[in-house]
């Protein structure tokens, strides 16, 4: 008996441990998010949400995300907006700022959950990697260049244009050149 | 006997086959709903009620964490309930984990009924042709767990008449434990080179050696091998035309009700109880002849 009540007490104080390390919120309670109002002195990043590279390979897309709703006719998702840029912001902490502000899906891996490090998108606005095709998913360039590296390792300067592009073809159909090339090498290789 | 199991081995295990397969392939809510009907239902016709009742709540024990593991890690889906830790909590993954984490629990409880039907000299006699020594194995490792439980019994039964567990204290039950753990593992061991000696004094698997066997293939075993060969031709052509496509994400897709498609669900349905129709008619039959006497 005295046993049992040890036993129980164990499991209740493991819930508790365990609900009171994870945060409960509603709908509403997310998506209220504050984004600061642009000033004079206020730094700030352009960002975009692109998917026009699925509208080329339509008859890739799984039959379901086939919508107006998941992409767009003109395949914009997030048309160019200016936000400001807090200290330190990566282009993850924008990305998932702007989502929750504009009530846009977006779903990541974590770091800690991640070999490289780095949070990794899985997809926005319900359109996930694969989703269109075995090498279509999420990049991102800054400035018009790809920066090689993990979006959340990437710290935003000012007056920086991001660029969120899904590919259907590993990046070589948006001009990332730098896995096209690494891939023609192992090619040649073998 | 006039059940499931008097049928041909070869027959038994082709639909066995293809009943983890269809299973397994299709995440369509009609066809997890058949196999799980057609499941419990021979099951039941197996081993009766209590029994049936006893794996039903297993089974919810074994769904239910299933289930809700997938909403965890699984963030697709646009009802959005509430959010964990700044990651979305969906209806939709918590559906899809509902169905995937039933498919599961199909497939094993139609694991459990294999077993019971097609017993291990069946299995001998469907390989120990064709591949002796891997059919010789995996009959052995089918065998292993049960055989493990009833000598764990033996053992632990011979200990206590000697005089172990006498005491309430821990380490003495643990060192007792490790005890017939060990003596386990050696036996097993044993008993694994014994039977295989066994089987080659025997001479099995020589060439040109013939075993006898109860197992005849009659006419019955043909028309329950055409019947099912019928329907495996119409389900797989359901399968090509996309008749059992299912998606979950982002939103869940509506049940199609056309003539058509009620017309498939039937089929599934109908493959999926053909065992535990006949395993209850044999039952039934056997209780009324019985009644008579």
């Known amino acids: 008996m005295k046993k049992n009540i040890i036993m129980i007490g164990v499991v209740i104080l493991l819930v508790a441990i365990l609900v009171s390390g994870t945060k409960f919120q509603s709908v509403d309670e997310y998506y209220l998010t504050h984004m600061e109002d642009i000033k004079e002195d206020s730094e700030t990043v ?3 949400i692109r998917c026009d590279t699925v509208l080329d390979n339509w008859d890739k897309l799984d039959p379901q995300l086939r919508d107006e709703k998941y992409v767009p006719s003109d395949g914009v998702i997030l048309p160019e907006t200016t936000y400001v840029l807090r200290p330190g912001d990566t282009a993850f902490d924008i990305l998932n700022r702007v989502c929750r502000y504009n009530k846009i899906h977006m779903e990541y891996q974590g770091i800690e959950n991640n070999a490289y490090g780095s949070a990794y998108i899985k997809g926005i606005n319900y359109l996930y990697e694969f989703s269109c095709g075995k090498l279509s998913g999420w990049m991102f360039t800054v400035n018009g260049k790809y920066p090689g590296k993990g979006c959340s390792t990437y710290e935003m300067k000012n ?25 023609q090498k192992e090619k040649d290789k073998s | 006997m006039n059940g499931f199991e008097s049928f041909h081995p070869a027959v038994l295990f082709i639909y066995y086959i293809l009943v983890v397969c269809f299973s397994m392939v299709s995440r369509h809510p009609v066809v997890i709903l058949a196999s799980l009907a057609g499941g419990f239902l021979f099951f039941g016709a197996l081993n009766g009620l209590r029994k049936t009742l006893k794996e039903l709540l297993f089974s919810f024990c074994l769904f239910v964490p299933m289930a809700v593991t997938n909403p965890i890690f699984v963030h697709n889906g646009e009802t959005i309930l509430f959010f964990m830790n700044d990651n979305p909590v969906t209806l939709e993954a918590m559906i899809y984990g509902g169905a995937a984490s039933l498919m599961i629990v199909c497939v094993l409880l139609w694991c459990r009924c294999y077993s019971a039907i097609l017993t291990t000299d069946k299995f001998l006699y469907l390989f120990g042709k064709v591949i002796p020594k891997l059919g010789l194995i995996l009959s052995m490792a089918f065998r292993f767990i049960p055989l493990f439980k009833h000598q764990i019994r033996k053992i632990n039964q011979s200990q206590k008449t000697m005089g172990l567990y006498a005491t309430d204290s821990v380490p003495d039950r643990i060192r007792g434990g490790i005890r017939v753990f060990d003596s386990l593992v050696s036996w097993s061991m044993e008993n694994s080179i014994d039977t295989a000696d066994a089987m080659k004094a025997r001479g099995y698997g020589l060439h040109g050696r013939t075993n006898f066997s109860l197992f005849r293939f009659k006419r019955r075993d043909g028309i329950l091998l055409g019947i099912m060969g019928g329907f495996t031709v119409l389900i797989l052509s359901c ?12 939103y869940v897709a509506q049940l199609q009700l056309n003539p058509e498609d009620i017309a498939r669900y039937l089929i599934i349905f109908v493959f999926y109880l053909i065992p535990g129709i006949i395993e209850a008619r044999g039952k039934l039959t056997g209780k009324y002849l019985r009644s008579k006497i």
């Open chain 1, 46 to 48: 352009t960002i975009s």
């Open chain 1, 159 to 183: 007056h920086d244009k991001i660029e969120w592009i899904y590919t259907c073809d590993l990046g070589r159909d948006v001009g990332n050149e730098y896995n096209g090339a690494d891939m």
């Open chain 2, 239 to 250: 399968f090509a035309v996309g008749g059992f496509d299912f998606f979950y994400y982002p």
